[in-house]
């Protein structure tokens, strides 16, 4: 079959969407699919994806969306811009400026009307955020009924607290949501990857309960060597996005380090995000925040590490991403301190760590600050959460949607 892959992210960019599309990419052209994959340019050359990317087509279009609309203005004639969009333009159209994919109707169309018309594209998968491509998709979808549409939705859509959804006004946010179900009418299949989505997507769409499929975060086993040495594990670790919310979480784990200073804690954070608040002497030092590094330097990192110690916002206690499985796989402990949701429920139930409530933190986590995190080994099978496994799941699944 011809898969076109409609992503707006894709590597080199860094964006979670980007990856998980590539690596889904890859397998299934491993196992004898032809794919295209269309995205917004990163400003590389052909080399670099004929060199990443053998036997995979890629379609690089203009992102149609100046960066400074995002709110990094670098000039005064982009601050100018952007006051002039929000205060102005914002009021006469009735789509979400903040979604990247506004102006990109036209291109990504014409694009892919040359690939159907040179190849014929038997399953089309247009990822989201941007929300408006799983829109533009089912446009395609109409005038080409033959394909086999896949919607595949990373994040909460009308129902989500991102990408300025809560703040649209009335008119703008009736506009996403016409455009959340006609995607979701039109497609053959929509994907979500956690259970906490496809429960309110069930509940907003009964009518249309069977096209939705759970295609999960997946990892991939080979970013791990294939050392079988026992090193002895030293530290927490942590890798990734700091996010906002968790700055009263910090600040207790600040005390109560210092009110236990011969626990031992060391905690090394890897991320690319400015946090002002764990300067070098944050916690009696014990805190030391680096560079973000390669995934692959990281997970041989999080395998040497006694646990792994993650703080949630409450916007994201529902959130399993790909991280979670990786570490896991790793046979890394996780501690993780956030509200109650479908994380901790995820860590407690499959025996993989703790969870500690943030209101308990004074009481539970002085026990767990030496790094000895309880983690019972094989307890949950993370091998069902590979890309190959869950690609083979997922072509499998069309089958059945196509008969």
Known sequence: ?????????????????????????????????????VCANDSVNREYYESEFPGIEVRVLPKCYPEWLGGFTKSLREKLLYFIYIRVVSLITKQNLFDRGYSWKKTMLTALADIHRVKPIDVLVVTGAPFSLLYYGSLFKMRHREILYVCDLRDPWTWGSYYGIPTLSTSKKKYQEESEYKAMEACDIFCYP????????????????????????????????NSTVEEKRVGFIYGGSLYPGIEKYI??????????????????????????????????????????????????????SSAYLAFFPITDKDLISTKFFEIIYAKTPILYIGEEGDVGRFVRENRVGVHILPENMKRDLPKYLSGNVPFEKDYFNVTQYAFSTVTENFLSALKHYRN
């Open 1 to 37: 079959m011809h898969f076109t892959i409609v992503t707006y992210a894709f590597p080199p960019s860094k964006e979670i969407g980007g990856r998980r599309w590539a690596k889904f990419c890859q397998q299934l052209v491993q196992k004898g699919q032809e794919v295209t994959v």
């Open 194 to 225: 956690t259970e906490h989505m496809g429960e309110a997507l069930k509940k907003i769409y009964p009518a249309f309960c069977s096209k939705l499929y759970l295609l999960p975060h997946a990892y991939d086993p080979d970013k791990f060597s």
């Open 251 to 304: 600040k207790q784990l600040g005390e109560i380090v210092k009110a236990n200073p011969t626990s031992g804690f060391k905690w090394d954070i890897y991320t690319g995000t400015n946090y002002p608040l764990l300067d070098s002497g944050f916690a009696n030092g014990c805190v030391q925040k680096h560079s973000f590094i390669p995934e692959e330097q990281l997970f041989q990192k999080i395998k040497k």
